[in-house]
């Protein structure tokens, strides 16, 4: 390993996002880092061969069938031994300075345990306000989404590094061994949440820090839109249930899972059948998560 090279590995997950994904791994290059794993999430685009032709130094992990998120990012870790790794959405286009700052951060701040970049317009560079950090989820804040109203984000400037609950998971650092002590991703989550509940497991470890001085690019949304809204809806319910289960206390998780079920109650009356099928899933699972049972897929 060169002298300048820093300490971490880097893991980016695509998925049907080819030219996303090169640009992704455009920008990596001009990062030292010690090795970058691609995990192809079973893309039909030609990805995989892409990469490998473009980019032959860059190891790539070809997954036959698509799994979540969490399992794909723990199959890129499990390839790995730095002591930090770089958690990267494809839509991710970082840059040396910005690694460097996120390394520094956990240097210079030996109880953190990791570290996420502030998300910036790929074009006008204003921070991407809708991925600042948030507080944890609460009961008061899923039904406040059941409702169409957001979590609020924390208000941040752009200079001073904090510590924060929930921080933009699409570029994200981690003490490798404090990532292992954590379980790693939870990979019963699929596309949602997932980042939450590794935020919410680092918290035991110790610090979590958002540091603004790390501007990434981020083209955002990008494995959203390739969703159907009824793919959006039942993973985004899934993922909060799921949340309810893991952490809540048991009479909110209670709750949580009965207001759940009513919602998917309600919007059965839907003349989408596609639509009514996810509600159906959520009434279910919004009942087994009120008695206190994980929801299903």
Known sequence: MKASTLPVDAVVVTWNS???????????????????ILVDNAS?????DAVESAHPEVEVVALEREHGLA???????????????????????VNDEAVRALVSALDERPSAVAAAGRLVDPDDGGTQA???????????????????????????????????DQP??????????????????????GFWYEDVDLARRLKAFGEVLYVPSAGVAHAGGQSAR??????????????????????????????????????GAVKLVSRDPDARRVYRTVLRNGLRVAANRPPLR
């Open 226 to 263: 390739r969703l159907s809204r009824a793919q959006v809806v039942s993973r985004h319910y899934r993922g909060a249930l799921l949340y309810a289960h893991k952490h809540f206390p048991a009479s909110k998780r209670t709750a949580a899972g009965l207001l759940y079920a009513l919602a």
């Open 168 to 189: 933009p998971g699409a570029c994200l650092l981690i003490r490798r061994d404090v990532f292992e002590a954590a379980g790693g991703w939870d990979e019963d989550f």
């Open 71 to 93: 399992a794909a990012y723990n199959r890129g870790a499990d390839r790995e031994s730095a002591p930090l790794v770089l958690f990267l959405n494809d839509d991710v286009f």
């Open 130 to 164: 809708e991925y600042l950090p948030q507080p944890f989820p609460t009961f008061a804040s899923l039904t406040a989404m059941l409702a169409g109203r957001g979590r609020s984000a924390v208000e941040l400037g752009d200079v001073e590094t904090v510590v924060v």
């Open 44 to 48: 039909a685009d030609g990805t995989a």
């Open 18 to 36: 080819r030219e996303t994904a090169l640009r992704c791994l455009e920008h990596l290059a001009g990062v030292p880092v010690e090795r970058v």
